[in-house]
Every structure is written in structure tokens, then in C-alpha cells.
């Protein structure tokens, strides 16, 4: 079950490929926050009830609800244009993504851990890539913060790969990192709105003091 | 020797195109035309004589037969469930892609032999397509063949084992990327309009504009008659093994009449894309058979 959950998460990476709205990848990064919640509950089942609880939370009310909610109110305050405008075409992009996960399941493949899922692996590390290359080709900043988003799902697959063990700690340092992200970049996405009206990257750099 | 998931293809293309015109009257609120109009249609073209163009030559009318033959020759390798087509061989599957592709080749030959600069352009496109559509064809079915060690439609879906849910899911994205490559080799709706009215957007009708009256029945009949074949392919991954036709028959005709009504919703609420965007579109269905290959290697501990 897990390894169809976890085709699906790569599915979903690769339709981030060539989403070029911003609704749609708003979309994407709720269904991947129900799809890890499907992974973690099957792996984590014999854990105790606090820390369910605790996964529950944080894949579903933050991944599924409170975050799209949150990106959706900024889009709509700052009055972003739907458009995800790439640096290059998305054919191209659709083939990098391949390529990345194609290049992950290699690189997993040379990895002989006996500890280490190997399935998890390749969907965390395509993950990890895909959200680096959606920071680096896209214009805007909330596209920015999205990409990030995508790697943080990664770093939780990854997690999940390491073993059945995710301590409490690791789990408040992930919330509080997506937390704190968001958070901010939703307030430093607001601010710049508020005094440039446009949000392409490319005009931060004609920035001086 | 089998001869009845001919039949049964046979018999459901009579009513396929019937049943997505009535699920897109029905979400659109029309009345929309009869059950049988489609046929009715090929009908009255059959009865037909041709009108043959003095710029083209014997290949324009040679073309249509060669395509439907080509159609009906895919259709004799589709097995149902464990009972093979009439035509049966180790790995008969490339032959299947192939002997379409054939088709193909001749009404793109046929549409650039009419001398109509539309007509180039559309046999352009559609020959982009067909040829992104083939990779995801190979790798589905290739990672089928590892899966279960056989070579020919037969014996893959035959020896598919299922009850297990691996092989459940791993049919469920495959049957969703057969539906797309279904989409994309008949021409329909995300990526070309069949109801388009202007040339330049057109791809597939644009090739058979020059075609009139038995030729054009044949060329929609054969239409019909795919939608059917890969409604067959798609079914072969839920049929029950063995011999039970009372389970076998009425799954079979489920999943025809449940890809008929995704075929007329997806023309109902989907508007087609740009003419650039189609590319990357048929790009996606490579990378997700190449998934599908991914999970097979994971499933099959090749690595």
C-alpha cells in the first residue's frame, strides 16, 4: 500500500512539473499532506496514541488545511496573478522532474543500507530535488515558498525512510519549521505587495539602500 | 482460438460513441441527438459513393481501407481474460502498436497527398502525438511483461496476479494511463476538439478532410472501433482469471460503459489546451509508466 502511496506522492511531483497555475500547486501540496498522512499512519501504526495524534496534526491540519488556506489568503490579499511563470518551458521542466527521479532511484540504488527503505527513499530525494527546482525556475516568491513546502514534504518521507522511530522532538522541529516558514514568508510577501505591487524576484534585485 | 473478444469489441463499438454523446446531452443539458445517431451517420456515409480530388493519387484511396484494416488487425491480438485473441504470438503487443501505427502512417501519407497546406499541418501534429504516445505504450506494457515474466497480451493478463493489492493499484494507474493514450490516439477532447469548426486548430479532422462518403464512413467507424479495442485493453486488467464468463462478461461491459462516460465528461468539463501545452501533456503519461516500471523493479526485487 505504501509503495502505491508513494508513486502517487512522485505522480503528484511530476504534475508540479507542469501546473502553471497557482491554484493547482495549491491543490498538489494538499493532496500530498493527505497522501503522507495514508504513509505515516501505515508505517507508524504500532506507535502510541500522542504521537498519531501528533502526525494526525501536523499532515492533515497543517499540510491539508491550515497551510493552502494560508497561501490562498495571500494570494487573494496581494492580488497575485494565477499564472506560476517559469524561467523555461514547461516541457522542459516535465523532463527535468523525470530525469530527477529517474537520477534518485539510481543513486538510491547504489546505496546498500539494510536500514533503509528504499522506496522512501527515491520519493524523498525526488521530492527533495523537484522542490529545488521549482524554487530555482519559478518568478515568484510564493512560488518560493511553495517549492519549499515540497521540500519539507520530502524531508518527512525521508524521515519515515530511516526507520519506524520519529521521536516527539523531530516532530516539533519539522511543525515549527513549516510554521515558522509560512509564517514569515507570508508576512515578507505581504510587506513587499504592500510597497511594489508586483512580486517577481527578478525586481528585488534592483533593491538598493 | 477465440473468437469472442472480437465480438464482444465488435459489439461495443457499435455503442460507444452513442454513449458519449448522450453522457455530454446529458451534463449539458440538451436533448441532445438519439443513441444510435453516430451509427445512423456511418450508415447513410456507407451508402455513399466517394468523391476523389485530380491533385491526389491512388494513395489517397487506398488509405482508409488500409487504416480500418489496420484497426480491426490490433483488434484480433485483444484477449479477454484468459481466453486469447485470434491472433496470439510472443510478443504480440509490439505487433499490436505497430500494425495501428501502420494506419496511422497511411492516413498521414493520404492527408499530405491531397496538396492542402492545412492537411500537412494537422498530419504534423498528429504525428507528434502518435509518436509521444509510444513511449508510454512500450514502457506500460514492458513493465507488465517483467511483472509477470510473459511476452504476449495473453499471457500477461492471463498470469496478472490478482487479489493481491499491489497488482490491483499497479492496474489502476495502469488503466489510467490507457485511458489518456485512448484520449490522445483517438483525437479527443484535452488535446483536440473533434466538434473544432476552424482548420488551424484542428488535428485529426483536418487529415480526413478531403475524404467523402465511404471513405469518411470508414474512417469514423474505425474511431469507433478503437475507442472499443483500448475499452478491451483496459478491461483485461479487472477481469477474474479463469473461465467464468457470468463474472468476466458483465466487468467487461461495466468498464466500457464506465470509460464511455469519462470519455463524454472529460469533453463536458474540460476545455482543450493550447496547441504547446499538448507536448508536455503526453510527456506526463511517459513519466508515469516510467513509475509504473519504477514499482515493478521495487515489486519484482530486480534491484
Redesign the interface.
Known sequence: ?T??LL?IF??TL??LG?ANRLSSYISVLAVQGVILFGVAFIELIEINWVNLVFILLETIVFKTIAIPYFLKYIIERNKITRDSEPFL???I???I??AI??AS?LLS?AIEDPHLG??FF?ASLSALFTGLYIIVTRRKIITHVMGFLVIENGVFVLSLAVGNEMPMLVNIGILLDIFASVFLLGIFANKIGDIMKEQDVEQLSNLKD | MSIVSFLLIIFTSLFFTGIVIRTKSIFSGRKGPGFFQPLKDIRRLFRKGAVYSKTTSFIFQIAPSIYFASVLMAIFMVPFGNQPGIISFQGDFIFFAYALALGKFFIIISALDTGSSFEGMGASREALYSLLVEPAFFILMGSFALLTGHTSFYEIFGSLHFGS??SY?EGT?AAIVLVFIALIENSRMPVDDPKTHLELTMVHEVMILDNSGFDLGLILYSTNLKFAMYGALIANFFLTPGYEWYYSLPIFIGVQIVFAVIVGTVESFMARFRMN?N???I??L???S???F??VL??KKF?
Open positions: 500500500m509503495v502505491i508513486a512522485a505522480v511530476i504534475y507542469v518551458p514547461d516541457f521542466s516535465i523532463v522532474v523525470t527521479i529517474i532511484f540504488n528504499k522506496i527515491v | 493489492y499491489i493499484g494507474l501545452h507536448p508536455q501533456y510527456f506526463m511517459t513519466s508515469i516510467l513509475l509504473i519504477i514499482g521495487i515489486l534491484v
